[in-house]
């Protein structure tokens, strides 16, 4: 499968009427976090759909076929998220797009930047399986990434995720060229019955040369539910 298979959007985002013409596939919003998904306080907003086929997904729900979600405008999103302003604000939180994979639509992250004060952050947790381009367009509008590289062994990935890891790992090059180390922090876990604790430092190692500076270290503490109804995540921070 290629990041770029079955991905569409409407790209004319430089206008209301251009902007009204994104739509987003909105499976929660979940307001008022602290400190969890960025700085200060942050709404997450989760997409509906992923590339990836990870055995322990940690939000199962938002591939799960169905699974209710509702297509949503840039404008109708801010109407949900605008109350939370002054938290914002004060804390120097915003939004946090998250899901299944948000970089999908990136033109609509672009179109939703553009309706935001200047001082709330957007940032963005991402796979990066998605086509180059959305990269680049999602560069000009989310303030931080965390991406979630699971692994740059292709072997481990591909068991994990179903998927070759080369497109992720051009696309984080490409990350890094255009916004620079400070914004990106890589998520580096540490799967159960996938990598072991080698593989994260031979990862975090090549990461390094790539120049990724900032990275989170993680475990995934497995549930009873999941893909397959035999597993799920959750993250358990070192």
């Known amino acids: 499968m290629n990041p770029?298979?079955?991905?569409?959007?409407?790209?004319?985002?430089?206008?209301?009427q251009g902007r009204e013409g994104v739509r987003f596939p909105?499976?929660?919003?979940?307001?008022?976090?602290?400190?969890?998904?960025?700085?200060?306080?942050?709404a997450l907003v989760g997409a509906y759909g992923c590339p990836l086929q990870c055995k322990w997904c940690i939000n199962p729900q938002t591939w799960r076929a169905g699974t209710a979600f509702t297509w949503v405008t840039p404008t109708q999103l801010y109407e949900q998220v605008k109350q939370d302003h002054l938290y914002y604000l004060a804390t120097g939180g915003g939004v946090t797009f998250g899901g299944g994979e948000p970089l999908s639509h990136?033109?609509?992250?672009?179109?939703?930047?553009?309706?935001?004060?200047?001082?709330?952050?957007?940032?963005a947790e991402t796979s990066l399986y998605v086509p180059a381009d959305f990269v680049e367009t999602a560069?000009?509008?989310?303030?931080?990434?965390?991406?979630?590289?699971?692994d740059t062994d292709p072997a481990v990935y591909r068991a994990y995720t179903g998927q070759d890891n080369r497109?992720?790992?051009?696309?984080?090059?490409?990350l890094l060229s255009l916004v620079g180390p400070d914004r990106v922090t890589v998520r580096l876990p540490l799967i159960p019955g996938f990598n072991t604790e080698a593989?994260?430092?031979r990862s975090e190692a090549r990461l390094r040369e790539m120049g990724v500076t900032r990275f989170d270290r993680l475990t995934y503490r497995i549930k009873?539910?999941?893909?397959?109804?035999?597993?799920?995540?959750?993250?358990?921070?070192?």
């Open 4 to 16: 770029s298979d079955g991905v569409t959007s409407n790209r004319t985002t430089g206008d209301s």
């Open 139 to 150: 560069a000009g509008a989310v303030d931080c990434f965390f991406v979630d590289i699971k």
């Open 167 to 174: 497109p992720v790992l051009d696309n984080l090059a490409r």
């Open 224 to 238: 009873s539910t999941g893909r397959g109804g035999d597993g799920s995540a959750a993250n358990k921070a070192e």
């Open 26 to 42: 909105l499976c929660f919003l979940d307001r008022l976090r602290m400190a969890t998904d960025g700085t200060g306080v942050t």
């Open 106 to 123: 990136a033109p609509f992250i672009t179109a939703f930047r553009a309706l935001c004060p200047a001082p709330w952050h957007l940032c």
């Open 199 to 201: 593989h994260r430092s």
